[in-house]
């Protein structure tokens, strides 16, 4: 950790408000929620020169990996953050964070936890009040009731959604993948993928507590009995 200590964010709540403003070579800041080893980190932030990077890991142990790859590759525009996306209202301002990405994050399977997957409508809400109408959470996981039921509560939250698919690299890959992404495509897993879109309608913070669940075990997802489906078939190919 101290030898990446440069490319570490000791104090983000003492940026909120002036990320741009302390970093002004770059024009627009995105966030990744949940960077694991920081593959698709390094290889985006390559792609888009111009674009400060924020990555977030609350696992330390999995971030160091993610600096050290940014740090041997040299890539300035990345910076990360050793946090919890509960807190992130506290660390970006409104409209502060062009974009997000959540991708593969851990699905809660059980009702009780449902609150603690980052596409429930707190987080949601949370995403909201950082991004501008017009702003985007990039969302990609290889759990189709996970997925299923995500989408349910983007389209509850007032998200305009695109880019839907539930086998994002069927005729071969497509765009940067992560860690995980590129082992789960190599054994032949199904990718889903989504953009949501925050519009005037969609719901932050300021309109409440976010509702709360029943039934969110997500064996409950529409998308569950597909998904073991899916699964079965592709363990007989």
């Known amino acids: 950790m101290e030898k990446c200590a440069e490319y570490l964010i000791e104090d983000p709540a003492g940026l909120r408000g002036k990320w741009l403003q302390s970093f002004p070579e770059y024009e627009k800041l995105y966030l990744e929620i949940g960077c694991g080893k920081g593959r698709f980190t390094a290889d985006m932030a390559e792609r888009l020169p111009s674009v400060l990077y924020i990555a977030m890991e609350k696992v330390p142990d999995a971030m160091i990996l993610a600096m050290e790859r940014v740090r041997d590759r040299q890539i300035a525009s ?3 953050i050793d946090g919890d ?3 992130l209202t506290g660390m970006f301002a409104p409209e502060e964070v062009s974009r997000i990405y959540v991708n593969f994050c851990d699905p809660w399977p059980k009702s009780r936890d449902a609150k603690h997957r980052l596409t429930f409508p707190g987080f949601l809400r949370m995403y909201a009040d950082v991004l501008p109408i017009g702003g985007e959470v990039h969302f990609k996981t290889d759990n189709l009731p996970l ?3 995500s989408v349910e509560q983007f389209v509850n ?3 305009e959604l695109s880019e ?3 086998d994002l690299h ?3 890959p497509v765009g940067i993948m992560t860690d995980y992404e590129a082992k789960f495509y190599a ?3 199904r990718i889903n993928r989504l953009v949501a879109t925050r519009t005037a309608g ?3 913070t300021a309109a409440g507590p976010a509702p709360r669940m029943h039934k969110a075990a997500l064996t409950d997802a529409h998308g569950y009995e597909a998904s073991m489906a899916a699964n079965a078939e592709e363990k007989t190919e």
């Open 187 to 189: 054994q032949g897993f």
């Open 78 to 80: 990345v910076h990360f």
């Open 147 to 149: 997925f299923t039921w």
């Open 164 to 166: 839907v698919t539930n």
């Open 157 to 159: 939250e007032g998200w």
């Open 202 to 204: 969609t719901r932050g």
């Open 170 to 172: 069927a005729n071969g």
């Open 85 to 87: 996306a509960i807190n």
